[in-house]
């Protein structure tokens, strides 16, 4: 009884405990925000990278793809029908993208993903991830959605894309025309549908010089070419320009097409955005079967955005079956051009249940040969990254434990300093009977209770912080006068944040083990004192 | 009274005691051979100078210190040899023990401090069970020792004769046999000690309380039945205090 009595009173009454106090709840409360804030951004990227990629994927070795889309489907239906909510066929492969921007070519790698977007809107959130079926927090303000996003997506422009496209058009026009390069009067300058070419073939074009070859008297006065860009097309003439979108169609990766600066002045992040949805972009990638190049064009019908920014940089979605077409993935009935054969490189399975996926997968390993195709979860596709961000959070907590553990090294001290103090009550109480057990655990619950006041308070602390973390922020940017989280860089409109109650109790109770650890060494101490000289201690 | 002396076996005996005490390189002998017992009801004071080993016997007798050689015996039997447990039992249920600095425990209330030994005795469950018992006790105690008005204050809010009588009444709740006294009256003025040993005359006589006493006093030394005297760890002589026992008589 003595001992409850004691530890509580020692508890109310010595002022200097609430420095361990504050020092534990202190280490309690970072670790639950920093966890919380941890989890909330984890969760938001296991989403976003689960929302891109299916539940399941099946994706070939090679990148000439797997034959026939329809029967493999059926074999994925006829091995694991019951398991799947959703399936659907793409050709994944790398490529090159080229934009083109006041004459200045820009050049990027990119992956080239051919979907049929109303399938791949079954198997993922593709929806969440294109812009105009969201609205844009576009530098600072949220533009509303320019679709809703009930409707299915596809292949369309958007009018305000169409519109662009016109006005750009337009404007090229006039150009070519003010420069007299435009070869045909005509003042609509359309272009047969059907054809993607817009410039005069290579023929026609003069031939490049060549710098080494001697070069007549008073060429380098006329030289007809830019000597920087001797490809430059301004120098040929142009039959007329396409104004109608070609027939492939991308999402393009917002990375591929927009960039962020720093206003010096205001110090604000601005989006920049070079290519809009209704401008064209030129694709290059390999055919199938012999790796001959093969460059098209495509027109952007929307931007592809996914919050991960390796997608979102390296992401191209364009409409399968010109995909297809142009790798020379399709084999045609010359007569009625019905495609008699196809190929893909990857299905993408959505499970009724996730939690099933490892058997599905198990079973699919057994129907697919495995050295024609792989089998894996999105998990363990993206097994290295998801990795990396767990090593990063236990790293973190390591770290941030170590906090705690400062904590339980000031609890020591003070334990000891409270043990000297309290040197002549040990003397007393040993003197009324009190057995060294009980001392010891006078000290030990003290600890105890030191350890669970400071988890207390700092899990009180640490959840309402995390709760309101939102507002914490915004006050801490009126504050500074700077933005402390910056919605634009993460696209998120809000900190996400996510409590596992079982961390909260993990952090809690090791901080209250710590505390109690601590408390060992002095308790043990107090425990050993000889009555005599802790009584005629002074 | 006389009677109660002549008894064979008395209560507590400190048997040929040798103590001796290391500081660093410096071994103190404090107690050479010294011995002591007191009967059932006797009230005994030890009186010698400072470093005669008075206050060592003290805490012999009361197993708060090991003697090196020698033996003390409760009722006969040695208890000096026990285990600790038994040791810490023994503390808590036979001896009471008071002090010259009086040692009340300074977080804890004048009633607090009284049911103290209690709170000791009993697990948590049984201190419940029994806590208005317990108080009522320590009330009664308190007012017996004339403090029944102070109970809610802290020692320091408390004289030094309030605090001395403070700790008697400690002392006295687990109904000790034998009250070991520590220079008691050593920090008090000689009219507050006088009280105080009054006090302590007053439950010798009605509680049967067997009281050893050390104190370097001779005026205090002389209010006991017995007065034995130490010089440099043993025994220079014992006197009976007849007029004392005249008195008690």
């Known amino acids: 009884m003595y001992k409850l009595l004691l530890c509580l009173r020692y508890l109310r009454t010595r002022y200097i405990a609430l420095a361990s106090i504050v020092s534990v709840m202190l280490g309690v409360a970072t670790m639950i925000v920093v966890n919380s804030v941890l989890a909330g951004f984890t969760n938001e990227m296991r989403d976003r990278i689960h929302g891109f990629l299916a539940d399941v994927v099946i994706e070939s070795r090679s990148k000439d793809g797997i034959r026939n889309s329809k029967d493999q489907l059926q074999q994925v239906h006829d091995a694991v029908g019951a398991y799947v909510a959703a399936a659907t066929c793409t050709v994944e492969m790398p490529g090159v993208t080229s934009i083109e921007i006041n004459g200045e070519t820009y050049t990027t790698p990119v992956t080239i993903v051919g979907i049929i977007p109303w399938e791949k809107a079954r198997v993922g959130p593709l929806v969440d991830c294109l812009a105009s079926h969201n609205p844009t927090i576009e530098n600072g303000e949220v533009l509303p959605a320019l679709r809703s996003r009930g409707v299915s997506p596809g292949w369309e422009l958007t009018s305000e894309a169409a519109e662009w496209r016109r006005f750009i058009k337009e404007q090229q026009e006039i150009i070519l025309r003010n420069e007299g390069l435009l070869e045909s009067s005509d003042s609509t300058g359309i272009v047969p549908s059907g054809s993607d070419v817009t410039v005069t073939t290579e023929s026609e074009r003069p031939e490049p010089p060549i710098f080494d070859a001697p070069q007549t008297a008073g060429s380098d006065v006329d030289f007809p070419f830019d000597p920087v860009d001797p490809f430059n097309i301004t120098d040929s003439v142009i039959s007329g320009i396409r104004k109608e979108p070609h027939e492939a169609r991308v999402y393009i990766g917002e990375g591929l097409v927009s960039y962020q600066v720093r206003d010096p002045e205001t110090g604000k992040l601005e989006q920049v955005t070079m290519i809009r949805p209704g401008e064209d972009v030129t694709i290059t990638t390999v055919k199938a079967g012999r790796p001959e190049p093969v460059s098209f064009e495509a027109t952007i019908c929307d931007i592809f955005r996914s919050g991960m920014s390796e997608y979102d940089s390296q992401l191209i979605l364009m409409n399968l079956e010109q995909l297809q077409q142009n790798r020379g993935m399709l084999v045609r009935d010359p007569e009625t051009g019905e495609i008699i054969e196809d190929k893909i490189t990857s299905i993408q399975i959505k499970l009724k249940d996730y939690t099933n996926a490892e058997i599905v997968v198990e079973k699919l390993k057994a129907v697919f040969p495995p050295g024609l195709v792989t089998v894996r979860t999105w998990e363990s596709k993206q097994g290295l990254l998801l990795s990396a961000v767990e090593m990063e959070t236990a790293i973190l907590n390591v770290l941030l434990f170590l906090i705690i553990t400062v904590a339980g090294f000031g609890i020591l001290a003070i334990f000891f300093m409270i043990v000297v103090e309290k040197t002549r009550d040990i003397g007393i109480l040993k003197s009324l009977g009190a057995s060294s057990r009980g001392i010891m655990s006078i000290f030990l619950s003290y600890g105890l209770g030191l350890g669970m006041v400071g988890s207390m308070a700092g899990v009180c602390i640490g959840l309402v912080f995390v709760r309101y973390i939102n507002q914490i922020e915004e006050a801490l940017s009126w504050l500074t006068g700077r933005r402390v989280f910056d919605r634009d860089i993460y696209y998120f409109s809000r900190i996400p944040t996510h409590v596992s109650p079982m961390m909260v109790f993990c952090v809690a109770m090791g901080a209250v083990g710590i505390a109690v650890v601590a408390s060992v060494l002095p308790a043990r101490r107090a425990s050993r004192l000889h009555p005599v000289r802790a009584l005629r201690f002074d | ?249």
């Open chain 2, 1 to 249: 009274m006389a009677q109660i002396i002549k008894m064979t076996t008395p209560l507590i005996s400190a048997k040929a005691i040798q103590k001796t005490y290391t500081t660093g390189q410096h071994h103190v002998r404090v107690l050479r051979g010294a011995g002591i017992s007191a009967n059932e009801g006797e009230f005994i004071s030890v009186i010698g100078q400072s470093g005669s080993g008075k206050s060592t016997m003290l805490h012999v007798l009361g197993l708060l210190d090991s003697p090196d050689v020698g033996e003390v015996l409760y009722e006969g039997k040695r208890i000096d040899n026990l285990n600790e447990t038994t040791r810490d039992l023994l503390r808590n249920r036979v001896f009471g023990f008071i002090f010259q600095f009086y040692h009340l425990l300074p977080e804890l209330s004048l009633l607090e401090n009284v049911m103290a030994p209690l709170m000791i005795r009993h697990s948590l469950w049984n201190y419940w069970k029994q806590r208005r018992e317990i108080k009522q006790q320590a009330l009664e105690i308190l007012e017996e020792v004339g403090l029944g008005h102070r109970i809610k204050h802290r020692p320091s809010q408390l004289s030094g004769g309030e605090l001395q009588r403070g700790a008697i009444a400690r002392a006295l709740i687990t109904k000790p046999r034998i009250l070991l006294a520590d220079e008691p009256t050593g920090n008090l003025d000689a009219e507050t000690g006088l009280e105080i040993i009054a006090l302590l005359k007053k439950l010798n006589i009605t509680n049967r309380l067997t009281i050893v006493m050390v104190t370097h006093d001779e005026a205090i030394a002389t209010q006991a039945h017995r007065i034995v005297r130490l010089k440099e760890g043993r025994i220079e002589n014992a006197v009976i205090n007849k007029a004392m026992i005249a008195t008690a008589m």
